[in-house]
């Protein structure tokens, strides 16, 4: 039971990463996206462009080894 709800405060965790992540960066709180499913393919990019930038720092640390 305790491993149980280890792993689900972890995934909360990350899922609060990712938002806070989104709002501070691209303040997707501030979005006022009029147009039908802007506001749905705006945080897929978002999501898209927060990967690519942390898939990146993880290759240039790499390189930097």
Do not use: H, P
Not at 7 to 20: D, F, G, M, Q
């Amino acid at each position: 039971w305790k491993e149980f709800l280890r792993i689900k405060r972890e995934r909360w965790a990350t899922e609060n990463n990712l938002r806070w992540m989104l709002d501070i960066a691209f303040r997707e709180d501030d979005c006022s996206a009029i147009a039908k499913n802007v506001d749905e393919i705006m945080n897929t990019l978002r999501k898209t462009g927060l990967t690519d930038a942390e898939n990146l720092q993880r290759i240039q640390m790499r390189y930097e080894e």
